[in-house]
Antibody, heavy 121, light 108 residues
Framework: EVQLLESGGGLVQPGGSLRLSCAASGFTFSSYAMTWVRQAPGKGLEWVSSISSSGGRIYYADSVKGRFTISRDNSKNTLYLQMNSLRADDTAVYFC??????????????WGQGTLVTVSS | EIVLTQSPGTLSLSPGERATLSCRASQSVSSSNLAWYQQKCGQAPRLLIYGASFRATGIPDRFSGSGSGTDFTLIISRLEPEDFAVYYCQQYGSTPFTFGPGTKVDIK
């Protein structure tokens, strides 16, 4: 069974940093693209970033470009999201999701349960 | 950026009724790279349909997707109590990948 477990969320002050992790199991992690999607409280879904299976292709939403960095460690079956210069509008539940193949242009399935990031002073 | 518009915003129906959800894209979605997700309160989204019309693993056949280009539809043929949720369409054919605002299907 595929399992994705996010961690690293919490309360951070504006301008601060956090690193999210997504521990994957139940599939060959190094063969699949991975994605981060966020959802602000009471709002819809917003794609944040995707990374190909090898890490050679990376894409970001304009809203996080230059502040967030996606990465992966295929030896540890773990996806990361380094978030710097955090703003109040980054407050959201952050989900990681598995891609349908090695490349980023694919469906997101399944999703983890999410980790809450709150940016507030 | 491809903007997705979903209609209606809310659909109030009774169990056993048919639900028809629409998703319209501001420009053509390449290779029908269009997915539908279901999200229940407090839960992660779940993939229902990908490639516009392919059911994901374990999804009941009362869910069906259709469409191409800029117009896509999700149909739930007979609503079960567990189907009352929010449904999002999403395109993954070009970056930025985008989601529609969602359609809430609630109990009438």
């Amino acid at each position: 069974e595929v399992q994705l477990l996010e961690s690293g969320g919490g309360l951070v002050q504006p301008g601060g940093s956090l690193r999210l992790s997504c521990a994957a199991s139940g599939f060959t992690f190094s063969s699949y693209a991975m994605t981060w999607v966020r959802q602000a409280p009471g709002k819809g879904l917003e794609w944040v970033s995707s990374i190909s299976s090898s890490g050679g292709r990376i894409y970001y939403a304009d809203s996080v470009k230059g502040r967030f960095t996606i990465s992966r460690d295929n030896s540890k079956n773990t996806l990361y999201l380094q978030m710097n210069s955090l703003r109040a509008d980054d407050t959201a539940v952050y989900f990681c999701a598995k891609g349908g193949g090695a490349y980023c242009f694919s469906r997101f399935d399944p999703w983890g349960q999410g980790t809450l990031v709150t940016v507030s002073s | 950026e491809i903007v997705l518009t979903q209609s209606p915003g809310t659909l109030s129906l009774s169990p056993g009724e048919r639900a028809t959800l629409s998703c319209r894209a501001s420009q053509s979605v390449s290779s029908s790279n269009l997915a539908w997700y279901q999200q229940k309160c407090g839960q992660a989204p779940r993939l229902l349909i990908y490639g516009a019309s392919f059911r994901a693993t374990g999804i009941p056949d009362r869910f069906s997707g259709s469409g191409s280009g800029t117009d896509f539809t999700l149909i739930i043929s007979r609503l079960e109590p567990e189907d009352f949720a929010v449904y999002y369409c999403q395109q993954y054919g070009s970056t930025p990948f985008t989601f529609g605002p969602g359609t809430k299907v609630d109990i009438k």
